[in-house]
């Protein structure tokens, strides 16, 4: 069913990766009768293909291409050249996600004007708002299938969850339950309910979790509108004399260079290969890189204030059993600066098995202190803490001219510093969490550091005007008309919630404008 | 392309006693390592290829200082460093291990293996913990040790699931002491 396009054929659109963002655009144009060529750098895998094992998966589909970091994060000295935890492969990350899918609250739309002048940071608000992306936020859950929203059930909570709910609860926490998320809690959209395996990150093997590769991808190839080049990396996109995109290069399986002709393109590789896709594809009309005429391309780079706490117990949890993301505290997650920070977190079960634990647990550390902590894996309980970072210009995606790829291009360097209003929210946090396992009785607690960047948002930020950003309220770059950014990297602020349901509200979204002004010609 | 649409198809269409019976047809591949054999004292150790067999020695005794877990035998260690007895890696090993002698040598022990207690072969260890090739044997470690199947069982952990059909009917929620 497949369409197969022509590599001369311009009436196209071309997206770049498939993704959150841009495997949900590509079925969502494929449905409304646009043609699109989808290039994805990595291969395709399916359920029966995924392995539950952490470092075998994380081979399978982890991006491991080159790149460098630099900053004073954690990261950058214990998996320097592992800025980021995320996939190469058909379906992007959401092979890997957990799904914890919450919308945005109203004010996280406007952080610039409900927050302040916070020194140091860049912040914006979204030129949208709460009320504009409720019905595609609807239409999102819907798609994704997410529990507690539409009249879905929550899911049953497993042995991890069941240690943090009583935590939190004696603590006072109120909005404490199973999360709302992308894993059905009965079968849903011809897939199997959740069958509580445990390895949600390595890509689950049961079709439960929502993933593009399995849902949109195939739905849009169905159509006969939509050819996905598996294997192929996008290396650059072309542009005529009046400023507009004309097609992208890309190196095939074999590494040939080949050069696909579009209407549109959209970009859609995350938020270090987007942003690097467009400071690759400079010309002389575009010294600095497409789109690129506010400076802000590669800026404002945001991963979510991010920790985790582990706490062990003198009798047994086994957390890895059941869902990964298990339930979530939403209590801290509102806008309340007498803690001393601006912003909001979630708190979120999490676990690891035995190696990613020993990887994670505490980067470099060995010794007496680190494994009577490994000692007590089974008697352990984890939970994520997620929470809005700032926004700052000089965290940033460059590229760095000394390192290149397979392909001889350039790979992108990650700086990356704590703004003083994510340390403190990360020590307020810490202090929660230990708490939350104090008060069941844990007789050690580790307050573990962030792991390499699971969400990474912002390095092509929407913007009102043209000056402060890239794209505009609809991911539409303000200087080049027939050219999108279609995923995280879009993001304006980054709220304390996980972005995924915001980038999949927004791609649909982003697909009915696209379809509208191409049928009415201004496209 | 064919392939993966075809087999999403029938993924959707599966029924999970399917999708069990195809699994642990898949894990029949799944086979845990050679099965080594501890053998008493030592013995090991005097099988090595390229190392010297008191470096070999001197080397499993510095995985255990690095990552002790006293209810972790000594053939675990062993698989876990097994890879630098080649003789690729062996000249870097025994430079090594001369180093960790001398600093061994420099608080009045004969070698490093004669230090008696563990906090004080830490105190060497600490002191060279910057060194390429400290972090060159903790770093493997982490993987060498931890990633190995054998070993999960003795940390409680079940490892894969999938093939018995996950927790749901298997105690995914079954704490009793809450
Ligand atoms: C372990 C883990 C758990 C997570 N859990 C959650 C969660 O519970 N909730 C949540 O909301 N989010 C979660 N996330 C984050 C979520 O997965 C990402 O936010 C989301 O997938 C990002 O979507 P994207 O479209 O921006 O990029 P991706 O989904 O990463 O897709 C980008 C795609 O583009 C491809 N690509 C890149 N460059 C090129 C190129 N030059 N040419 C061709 N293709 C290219 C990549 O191979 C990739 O397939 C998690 C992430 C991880 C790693
Ligand atoms: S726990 Fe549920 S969602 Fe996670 S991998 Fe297993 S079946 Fe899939």
């Known amino acids: 069913m497949t369409a197969p396009f022509e590599q001369t054929d311009d009436s196209v659109v071309v997206i770049i990766g498939t993704g959150a963002g841009g495997g949900v655009l590509a079925n969502e144009l494929a449905q409304k009768g646009v043609s699109v060529v989808s290039l994805e750098a990595g291969g395709r895998y399916l359920p029966e293909d995924f392995i539950n094992d952490e470092w075998e998966s994380f081979g399978q589909l982890a991006w491991t291409d080159p790149r460098t970091t630099s900053g004073d994060w954690r990261v950058a000295k214990d998996f320097s050249g592992l800025p980021a935890w995320i996939v190469k492969a058909v379906g992007g990350t959401t092979t890997h996600w957990a799904g914890a899918s919450l919308r945005f609250q109203e004010h996280e739309w406007k952080a610039a004007t409900t927050y302040g002048e916070v020194q140091g940071a860049n912040l914006l608000d979204w030129p949208i708002d709460a009320a504009e992306m409720a019905p595609w936020y609807e239409k999102a859950e819907t798609k994704l299938g997410v529990t507690r929203t539409g009249g879905r059930p929550g899911l049953p909570g497993n042995n991890n969850y069941k240690v943090f709910e009583k935590g939190a609860k004696a603590l006072g926490y109120s909005e404490v339950h199973t999360g709302r998320m992308a894993i059905n809690s009965e079968d849903y959209d011809g897939r199997l309910a959740c069958q509580q395996t445990g390895f949600c990150f390595q890509g689950c093997k049961w079709g439960a979790k929502w993933s593009s590769v399995y849902t949109d991808i195939e739905y849009g190839e169905a159509t006969g509108n939509l050819e996905v080049r598996e294997r192929c990396h996008a290396a650059r996109i072309l542009h005529d004399d009046s400023g507009k995109v004309t097609g992208v290069e890309y190196f095939d399986a074999d590494g040939n260079l080949q050069m696909q002709a579009a209407r549109i393109v959209c970009v859609a590789g995350n938020s270090f290969e987007s942003p690097r896709l467009l400071l690759n594809s400079a010309s002389s009309m575009f010294p600095d890189g497409l789109a690129n005429s506010s400076g802000q391309v590669g800026r404002n780079y945001m991963r979510h204030m991010t920790g985790s706490v582990y706490g062990v117990f003198d009798k047994p949890v086994r957390m890895w059993r059941g869902t990964t993301m298990a339930g979530i505290v939403q209590d801290e997650a509102k806008h309340d600066p007498s803690r001393g920070f601006v912003g909001g977190f979630e708190l979120e079960t999490l676990s690891l098995g035995l190696p990613f634990m020993a990887a994670f647990l505490d980067p470099g550390a060995w010794g007496r202190e680190f494994t009577t902590a490994l000692d007590g894996y089974e008697n352990m309980a984890g939970l994520w803490i997620v929470g809005e970072d700032m926004p700052q210009e000089t965290n940033r995606v460059t590229l760095n001219h000394d390192v290149t790829d397979q392909f001889g291009l350039p790979v992108v360097n990650v700086h990356f510093d704590d703004h003083p209003n994510d340390v403190a929210m990360r020590n307020y946090a810490y202090e929660k969490g230990m708490a939350i396992y104090d008060a069941v009785g844990a007789t050690r607690t580790f307050p573990t550091p962030p792991y390499p960047s699971t969400h990474n948002l912002g390095t092509n930020r929407m913007s009102e005007n043209a000056r402060d950003g890239v794209v505009n309220k609809w991911g539409q770059t303000h200087d080049v008309a027939n050219l999108f950014v279609s995923d995280g990297s879009q993001f304006t602020t980054g709220a304390a919630e996980n972005p995924t349901l915001t980038i999949v509200a927004l791609a649909i979204r982003q697909a009915d404008h696209i379809a509208r002004e191409m049928s009415a010609g201004t496209l | ?178």
């Open chain 2, 1 to 178: 392309m064919q392939k993966s649409a075809s087999s999403g198809q029938a993924h959707r269409g599966l029924t999970r006693r399917q999708l069990l019976s195809r699994a642990s047809a898949a894990g029949a591949s799944f086979v845990v390592g050679a099965g080594f054999i501890a053998a008493p004292d030592a013995a090991w150790a005097a099988e090595t290829v390229a190392l010297k067999p008191g470096s070999f020695a001197t080397l499993v005794q510095m995985a255990r200082d690095i990552y002790p877990h006293d209810h972790v035998s000594d053939e675990y260690y062993v698989i876990a460093v097994r890879g630098y007895d080649s003789a690729e890696a062996a000249e870097g090993i025994e430079a090594g291990i001369a180093a960790l002698d001398a600093a061994a040598q420099g608080r009045g022990h004969a070698s490093y293996l004669a230090v008696s207690w563990e906090r004080e072969r830490v105190d060497i260890l600490r002191a060279m913990e910057d060194s390429p090739f400290f972090q060159q044997i903790r770093g493997g470690l982490v993987t060498g040790l931890y990633n190995q199947k054998a070993v999960w069982p003795l940390f409680g952990y079940e490892g894969e699931s999938f093939s018995e059909g996950g927790y749901i009917d298997r105690g995914f929620d079954d704490i009793a002491w809450l």
